[in-house]
């Protein structure tokens, strides 16, 4: 399907701001969640999994889950494996036609949003006249 894993941990200097985004809302949510009582955080933590995975981002508009399997569950139960004898068997070239139609449209929201963000940030810049496309070569 052509995925490229970028692994990356908090402690490097060369993280993404999206993984510190990213560490910060989940902190969050698990603070609410556990608010009561701190020390059932562990308890809290799957709740605070599922949410977070389930709830579209504003970068891609899709859930994580479903942009990784194609499914959005609604409720923790919906993930249990069914019987061998009650799956569902899809053929493996259909579903990864599937997946990849999913992150194109994925991509393809990413490009829009990341594009008005863009728009919005150099809204109030002046003097900006030179192409820095092609004054660095795409970067």
């Known amino acids: 399907m052509g ?7 908090t402690c490097y200097p060369q993280t993404d701001g999206q993984t ?3 560490n910060r809302t ?3 949510l ?15 933590l799957p709740n605070v999994e599922f949410a977070y995975n389930t ?5 891609t508009g899709w859930p ?6 194609g499914i959005n569950p609604l409720t923790p139960i919906d993930l249990i494996l069914l019987p061998t004898d009650c799956k569902v068997s899809f053929e493996a070239t259909k579903r990864t036609k599937e997946m990849q139609k999913l992150h194109k449209k994925i991509r393809v929201h990413i490009k829009k949003v990341d594009k008005a963000y863009k728009a919005k940030a150099n809204k109030n810049r002046k003097g900006w006249n030179i192409n820095l496309e ?3 070569g795409g970067t």
Do not use: C, G
């Not at 995925?3 to 941990?9: A, R």
């Not at 698990?30 to 809290?44: F, G, H, P, S, V």
């Not at 994580?64 to 399997?69: N, T, W």
């Open 134 to 136: 092609i004054l660095f």
């Open 64 to 69: 994580p889950f479903e942009a990784l399997h």
């Open 3 to 9: 995925t490229k894993l970028l692994y990356s941990t």
């Open 30 to 44: 698990l603070r609410t969640m556990a608010q009561k009582n701190l020390k059932e955080w562990d308890i809290k």
């Open 55 to 59: 709830t579209p981002t504003r970068a």
């Open 26 to 28: 989940l902190s969050t």
């Open 20 to 22: 510190a985004v990213t």
